[in-house]
């Protein structure tokens, strides 16, 4: 146990090294050794599901099943600065119950020789059947060595739910994350006729899969650009309909994505004329679409 333990810090200190912001080992729990993501360790009471749905990020989630009623879960121990502040987040997806009928999460502190310190409060799942991402901002207390991360089912001799993307950071070295990006962005029809509407499709795709935004803004004869929510939105594809307009009448759009880490990214503007015969986009970035 103690070996295992000593094992991971060392590692954690080696990854940090490398990634100076995300401190928390697989916490999308892509990888598993014997039944256990790699990583965390498996308490007593607890069974768990390398599940492939659902599925916030990645091919893989964490269903945690308890065998009686005792809370129980896995675990990661994660060195930490006394005194510095730190966020905890991690996407809950709860299917017995919200609260203590659910899933959540805790930190527990040790001091250098392990012994136990204190422990925050618990965060639960507050819906269910339904990804939410819940977090916890902590301070590491003053005799603080390590941080014991836990993520843990409180539902009673049951499947309380699932649980991915496990983030643990300071608050001063947040992780940089991906952006967005935009993989394509197309119109039906191409060339609307006078006071014929048009769809645009946008395919937004982020590589950790924090999305949390994208909309289209269009400007009709360079007035004011106006906002649109997407119609639908079906996994990563967004689709927006600006209404017909009249001939010759020039509309101008451009799309934004957003994620949850705060990247904020933009499509190139696209122009038409409508019913005219010259149709143009440019581009103001070179390195978007
Ligand atoms: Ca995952
Ligand atoms: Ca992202």
């Known amino acids: 146990m103690h070996e295992n333990k000593f094992f991971w810090l060392a590692f954690i200190i080696l990854f940090h090294s490398i990634n100076a912001q995300e ?3 697989n916490g999308s729990f892509e990888e598993w050794a014997s039944g256990v993501p790699t990583g965390w360790q498996k308490e007593s009471g607890i069974n768990l599901t390398q ?15 308890a065998t009686s009623s005792s809370n129980s879960g896995i675990f990661q121990d994660i060195l930490v600065q006394p005194g510095d502040s730190y966020v905890f987040k991690v996407s809950l997806y709860g299917v017995f119950g919200t609260g203590t009928e659910g899933i ?32 916890a901002i902590v301070k590491a207390p ?3 060595h390590f941080a014991r991360l836990r993520i843990r089912c409180y539902a009673n001799g049951a499947l309380g739910g ?30 609307p006729l006078p006071e014929e509407s048009m769809d645009i499709l946008a395919c937004v795709y982020d590589a950790d899969g924090d999305l949390s935004a994208c909309s289209l803004f ?22 927006f309909h600006i209404g017909g307009q009249s001939a010759g009448s020039f509309v101008r759009y451009y799309l934004l ?28 970035e070179q390195d978007l679409i």
């Open 218 to 239: 269009y400007s009709i004869n360079y007035a004011t650009w106006l906002a649109l929510s997407p119609d639908t939105a079906n996994d990563s594809s967004y689709f």
């Open 23 to 25: 401190l928390c080992i």
């Open 104 to 135: 959540g999460f805790l930190i527990s502190w040790y001091d250098s020789t392990e012994h136990f310190i204190s422990s925050t409060s618990n965060v639960y799942n507050n819906s269910q059947n339904v990804w939410e991402t819940d977090s």
């Open 51 to 65: 599940s492939t749905d659902p599925v916030y990020h990645g091919s893989y989630s964490v269903g945690l099943q």
């Open 162 to 191: 699932y649980c991915d993307c496990a983030s643990f950071y300071n608050v001063n070295a947040p992780p940089e994350g991906s952006p967005p990006q935009f993989l394509y962005i197309t119109r039906v029809p191409e060339f």
């Open 142 to 144: 003053q005799n603080a």
């Open 257 to 284: 994505a957003a994620d949850y880490g705060g990247h904020v990214v933009y499509s190139d503007t696209f122009v038409l004329q409508i019913g005219g015969f010259s149709f143009t986009a440019y581009f103001e």
